[in-house]
């Protein structure tokens, strides 16, 4: 597989919309990033107990959830466009009020209510509607390769806004600053960032949006209708089972507390924190367009499965390393392959639903990946407030994702998408 195969990027399938979504996925996954990596730092500086930081987080991606379901199942039917919009301004309100407030409550509310990452991945309804806009735009044959490069440019910007975190709390912590008002800053930047989001969606077009052929003054009779997942609800139910599995485990290690653990086991502070995640997530960003590569050759399912088995082993070795230095190689080589599933999970859901129910069906699906993360956190912080249990995060996140590829193939190796069966 030679080089210029592997970066040869589809700029030719790509559309004006197409390009805005990449643009909108790169600030948002920047404004993500560079949260993920102050975010329990801030809150602990703001007087919040290591338990209550997991409430908080938990919660956070509760109410997450609640939002993407009802945006993301009517997206298809009221306009993909407004949803972004709206996704984005609850994204810069949640984000002000982060900045302006230190009452527990108050970050209940809004943490719950609006749209917070704490671990540098998508939340909200960005992401299921933005995959949907860009499926209906190019065809079977380069989704997966559109969607390897969306990969990329969101795991390059989660990776410039961790360095950029890092880089501006180190300096304003040098100054009579106090550290929390250094955190404060980037707080202040995610929203403002939200607000710029909206400004971007506002310039979507029509081209984007799905016509559909059903009568949409008829009410939904079943449950699954109602979704917007008539035909596809089989389907979605096992993949959102299996996607909240994996969704789960990585819950115990979110960016957010990995970045923490990294502080409580080695001392490691903000700056070089940021340093780590750049180019974590940078090796991560690559690995996509490999993916694509191996997709063509081994199918989707395949890749997804093969490609994520190891990166879960190597999770189970981070805390097991007796040195800083041997802790970040393996965390490297953990994220070196461990989003090659990403795209081939993205394009695989596309290829197996209807196109009018893509947006729907990747907002459930992401639902049940955001409920499975947002019960985790509440285990972890209970675990990081004792110092011995500090460690189990890591083994239980391994274990969980382990068993989840295995199922994965179980249910899914003998169902192929279009691409595949021709």
């Given at each position: 597989m030679s080089i210029r195969s592997l970066l040869s990027c589809p700029i030719k399938v790509l559309t004006r919309d197409a390009y805005l979504l990449f643009f909108s996925r790169f600030v948002r996954l920047f404004a993500y990033g560079s949260l993920s990596v102050v975010l329990v730092f801030y809150l602990i500086g703001l007087g919040l107990r290591e338990a209550q930081v997991g409430i908080l987080l938990t919660l956070t991606l509760v109410g997450d959830t609640v939002i993407s379901l009802y945006l993301t199942t009517r997206a298809d039917r009221m306009g993909r466009r407004r949803m972004l919009i709206v996704g984005s301004i609850l994204m810069a309100a949640a984000g002000l009020a982060f900045a302006c407030t230190s009452n527990f409550v108050f970050l209940l509310i809004a943490g719950t209510i609006g749209v917070i990452s704490p671990s540098g991945n998508e939340v909200g309804p960005f992401l299921s509607i933005e995959q949907a806009a860009l499926a209906h735009v190019v065809s079977d044959q380069s989704r997966t390769d559109v969607f390897a490069w969306y990969t990329l440019a969101g795991s390059v910007a989660t990776a410039m806004g961790a360095l950029f975190a890092g880089a501006i709390t180190g300096v304003l912590q040098k100054t009579t600053l106090p550290p929390v008002t250094a955190y404060r800053v980037v707080v202040f930047l995610y929203a403002a960032l939200g607000v710029f989001l909206a400004a971007l969606f506002l310039r979507l077009s029509s081209g984007a949006e799905v016509h559909s052929s059903r009568d949409e003054s008829t009410l939904p009779t079943t449950l699954s209708s109602f979704f917007g997942i008539g035909h596809s609800h089989r389907?979605?139910?096992?993949?959102?089972?299996?996607?909240?599995?994996?969704?789960?485990?990585?819950?115990?290690?979110?960016?957010?507390?990995?970045?923490?653990?990294?502080?409580?086991?080695?001392?490691?502070?903000?700056?070089?924190?940021?340093?780590?995640?750049?180019?974590?997530?940078i090796f991560a960003g690559v690995s996509a367009l490999l993916a694509a590569r191996l997709a063509v050759r081994w199918g989707l399912v395949n890749t997804m499965v093969l490609t994520h088995l190891p990166s879960n082993i190597l999770l189970i070795l981070v805390p097991l390393m007796p040195t800083l230095s041997l802790a970040v190689l393996v965390l490297l080589l953990r994220f070196s392959i461990s989003q090659m599933d990403v795209p081939t999970r993205q394009s695989y859901v596309m290829a197996v639903v209807?196109?009018?129910?893509?947006?729907?069906?990747?907002?459930?699906?992401?639902?049940?990946?955001?409920?499975?993360?947002?019960?985790?956190?509440?285990?972890?912080?209970?675990?990081?407030?004792?110092?011995?249990?500090?460690?189990?995060?890591?083994?239980?996140a391994g274990a969980l994702k382990i068993l989840y590829d295995l199922l994965l193939y179980k249910e899914f190796v003998g169902i192929h998408p279009v691409e595949e069966r021709q």
């Open positions: 389907v979605v139910v096992k993949l959102s089972g299996l996607f909240a599995l994996d969704s789960f485990a990585g819950g115990f290690v979110v960016q957010s507390f990995a970045a923490y653990w990294f502080y409580l086991r080695f001392g490691v502070h903000p700056a070089a924190l940021g340093v780590i995640f750049f180019w974590a997530n209807r196109k009018d129910e893509r947006s729907a069906a990747a907002g459930i699906i992401g639902v049940a990946r955001t409920t499975g993360a947002a019960i985790s956190p509440l285990f972890v912080g209970y675990m990081f407030a004792r110092s011995s249990w500090i460690n189990v995060p890591f083994l239980l």
